[in-house]
C-alpha cells in the first residue's frame, strides 16, 4: 500500500512539473535582436488573433483580422515592430515576431485566437483565455541565456520550482 501512495505522489510531482513548465514560457533575447513568441491555435479556421501586453495601455501588440493587421488599439510602441511569423495562418501558427527588441518590450505576453468565420464588427473582442502566456526577459549582452541560434531561451525553472513546492505540500 505505501509503494502505491509513493508511486502516486511521484506520478503527481511530474504531472505538476509538466502543467507547469506549459503554462509560462520564459524567452529571453538581447536589446536590438528580434525574438518570435511561439502561439499555436490548431488546424481550426481563425477570424482573429490578439497578441496582448495586460500591463500596457493600449494592452494590443498585435491585433490581426481579415488577413491584415489592425493598428487602431495597437500600443505605439510596437508600430512597424511586430508581425506574424506566418500571415497565411498555416496549421493554426500564429506566433509573434518583435524586431529590434527595446528593454521596454519586457513583460507577460498573452495569445488568444477567435475562431470561424469572417467578422463583420470592426474587432473581435476576443473573450477567451488566453492560449499562450509567455513572459519575455530582455537581458544584458552576454547574458548566460543567450542562445547562439536566435537569442532564445526557454526557461523551464518554473516548472520545476513549481513542482518542489507542489512535492512539499503532498509531503
Same mark, same amino acid.
Given at each position: 500500500?505505501?509503494?502505491?501512495?509513493?508511486?502516486?505522489?511521484?506520478?503527481?510531482?511530474?504531472?505538476?512539473?509538466?502543467?507547469? $513548465?506549459?503554462?509560462?514560457?520564459?524567452?529571453?533575447?538581447?536589446?536590438?535582436?528580434?525574438?518570435?513568441?511561439?502561439?499555436?491555435?490548431?488546424?481550426?479556421?481563425?477570424? $482573429?488573433?490578439?497578441?496582448?501586453?495586460?500591463?500596457?495601455?493600449?494592452?494590443?501588440?498585435?491585433?490581426?483580422?481579415?488577413?491584415?493587421?489592425?493598428?487602431?488599439?495597437?500600443?505605439?510602441?510596437?508600430?512597424?515592430?511586430?508581425?506574424?511569423?506566418?500571415?497565411?495562418?498555416?496549421?493554426?501558427?500564429?506566433?509573434?515576431?518583435?524586431?529590434?527588441?527595446?528593454?521596454?518590450?519586457?513583460?507577460?505576453?498573452?495569445?488568444?485566437? $477567435?475562431?470561424?468565420?469572417?467578422?463583420?464588427?470592426?474587432?473581435?473582442?476576443?473573450?477567451?483565455?488566453?492560449?499562450?502566456?509567455?513572459?519575455?526577459?530582455?537581458? $544584458?549582452?552576454?547574458?548566460?541565456?543567450?542562445?547562439?541560434?536566435?537569442?532564445?531561451?526557454?526557461?523551464?525553472?518554473?516548472?520545476?520550482?513549481?513542482?518542489?513546492?507542489?512535492?512539499?505540500?503532498?509531503?
Amino acid at each position: 500500500m505505501a509503494a502505491v501512495r509513493s508511486y502516486s505522489v511521484y506520478i503527481l510531482l511530474y504531472f505538476f512539473c509538466f502543467l507547469a $513548465a506549459q503554462g509560462l514560457q520564459v524567452i529571453s533575447v538581447e536589446p536590438g535582436g528580434d525574438v518570435t513568441l511561439p502561439c499555436s491555435a490548431g488546424d481550426d479556421s481563425i477570424r $482573429a488573433v490578439e497578441w496582448t501586453r495586460t500591463d500596457l495601455e493600449p494592452e494590443y501588440v498585435l491585433y490581426y483580422r481579415d488577413g491584415r493587421s489592425d493598428p487602431t488599439y495597437q500600443h505605439p510602441s510596437f508600430k512597424g515592430r511586430v508581425d506574424l511569423t506566418d500571415r497565411e495562418m498555416k496549421d493554426g501558427n500564429v506566433s509573434l515576431v518583435i524586431k529590434n527588441v527595446i528593454i521596454s518590450d519586457r513583460g507577460t505576453y498573452e495569445c488568444r485566437v $477567435a475562431k470561424g468565420g469572417p467578422s463583420r464588427r470592426k474587432r473581435a473582442n476576443i473573450k477567451t483565455d488566453p492560449i499562450r502566456t509567455i513572459q519575455l526577459e530582455v537581458t $544584458a549582452s552576454g547574458s548566460e541565456h543567450r542562445n547562439a541560434g536566435n537569442g532564445n531561451h526557454i526557461n523551464t525553472h518554473v516548472g520545476l520550482a513549481v513542482g518542489l513546492i507542489a512535492f512539499l505540500l503532498l509531503c
